[in-house]
């Protein structure tokens, strides 16, 4: 027994050989543990045993990935080199054991941990709803490093392990057999079993059908290759997001030459790694776990949940809830919009769930409860009605002398300062807010709001919560538009003055999409329904010092509400708008980028100013999680730190100059360290 690793030898001469780090819920290939391995797989090979099985100690999976804390500090590229060949070393030495070897794994196996599985003779996975086997890498920046690339393709044909690496996509263990990832996909309870199966009876390992090795011949590879490029295109350009077309490359060139593509795969993924993107992207991976840590001072667990408000929200957070198991009574004064919620629910259960009976399950657990009967017995209460404040304030009256003591009471409101909505509360620092993003299934983030007097537990427990239906949790201060609307709002409100100065729709979210957002503003502003927009931007004009734009409110007036009436900024056809190609030249664009994006940046630095979150990493986290601004730039602070603080500055000094004081330089940046 070490830190890393315990073996057992069965009466059949086998070789079990538990990975279970010490202190830990998880287990990473840090580059300790990797050496504990290799020793590990040093003397069991001495000991001659019929085979060995690797499995995992752990609960939670089998090996969650490679250390990628470790990654951030990575000093250059000829370092992560050197570890990716160690690696590389350690993996060939499980290959090349003259015993058969099984990876047998149960809950998540990803990235190395997929790899290390790999290099061994067989795999076999449990059927488990939390089995899970995928390639995240390249939402990291990079590709599998780690021998993968090359064994991936060995074992599944080109085409399937190339779209599995360029996807990032994990599969279930069903799936992984259908690839022939693994040879044998039973529940849990039979895995031992199926891996001594392997062991005692050495089946011939498997190899892809001609078919699937096809597209590896040298001829057709330079063809397959511009498709994928064209491919992945669609969703990632080159000069944001290297690491595809790296991948792809590296394909191309190396394809059917084992030791080429080793050396490939390690000189590639080391400049990957050590560069702008992958390092930003990195930064973002433990931006997202540090949220996640924010629910650790917190056991608070939650059973039933009770959503007052049955429309667009209300109606969704119930779904997401009972799709992560909790049970859900779902409150609305009008019926017909708990009919509409409940079927729009089922829709996204089948979606999510597949299967009949989980589909079934969770229908069970959404109960419509047009009398609140489950306010009383409820853990969470979350109210999701209208925005406005009277009735808001109605409706906690009723709610508070009936609901547990233990109960939380939230509100989905999006602008009301909780102060307000608490006024008549008995207890008015019981109120805090969960503010969802619409769409709630796709938005990761929520943001915990709250007041003076929200004593810190009710606010760690709300933060646990949230963590608990798979949200990130970011605690946000009550303040208009918190921290996701407000830095969102000056953005959009800059590219309708683009379009007010006569700028078509598409240049400016040509402008935006070059900077890496995910969806350019106008496109957004449609899709997200310019009535909102306008009432955000009517409640967050004095904040912003922003007049609402004429021709939002002309629009609004028109009926013109974006993609849901078909017609706003765009015209929408059957879900997409109508685009024209972009004319002017890239510098008017990056202009006209710079317009939107430094204004999203210098109210970042007002929030944080202002503490609306802690710290600039949580600015970060926020912009990203509850925007999608461009992930690979690490954040608007993290952007801005890496522009530079005199560049920054003096491109604001230059827009006030020409465009007046909306962008003048915030107080904060005078602090501002770069
Ligand atoms: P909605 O108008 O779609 O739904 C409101 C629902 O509440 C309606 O079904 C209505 O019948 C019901 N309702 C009204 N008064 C009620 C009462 N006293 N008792 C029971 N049910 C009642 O509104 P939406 O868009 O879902 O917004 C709800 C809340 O979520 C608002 O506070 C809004 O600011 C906030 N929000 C909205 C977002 C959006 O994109 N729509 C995004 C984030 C937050």
Redesign the pocket.
Known sequence: MNRYFRVDYDDRQIAWLYFDTQDASTNVLTEEALEAFDQQLISIAQAHPKGLVILSAKESGFIAGADVKAFATIPSPEAAKKLILRAHDIFHRLEALSFPSVALIHGYCLGGGLELALACRYRVASTEMSTRLGFPETHLGIFPGFGGSVRSIRLLGHLPAIQMMLSARSVSARTAKRLHLVEFAVPKRQLKNAARRLILEQPAAHTPPLSRRLPGNALLRPFVARLLRRQVARHARPEHYPAPYALIDHWRKHAGHAARMYASEAREVSTLLTGETAQNLIRVFLLQDRLKGLAEKSDFTARHVHV???????GDIAAWCVLKGLVVTL????PE?LGRAVSRAHKLFRKKLRDRYQVQNAMDRLIADHLGTGIKKADVIIE????DVK?KQ??YRQVEPVMKASALLA?????IPLEKLAEHLQQPERLIGL????PVAKMPLVEIVTQAGNPPQLIADATRFAKGIGKLPLPVKSHPGFLVNRVLMPYLLEAVTLLEEGVSATEIDEAALRFGMPMGPVELADT?GLD?CLSVAEKLSETLHNPVPESLRRQVEAGHLGKKSGQGYYTWDKGSAQKEKPRPAPEQLGHYGDRMILRLVNESMACLREKIVDDAGLVDAGVIFGTGFAPFRGGPMHYAEKTGKKEILSKFRKLEYTYGNRFTPDPGWEDFQT
């Open positions: 007052i408000g049955g429309g667009v929200m209300g409150q609305d004064r009008a919009h999701a009605i209208y925005e009735a109605n409706l509100s989905n409101t999006s602008s503010h969802f993003f619409n997200v909102i």
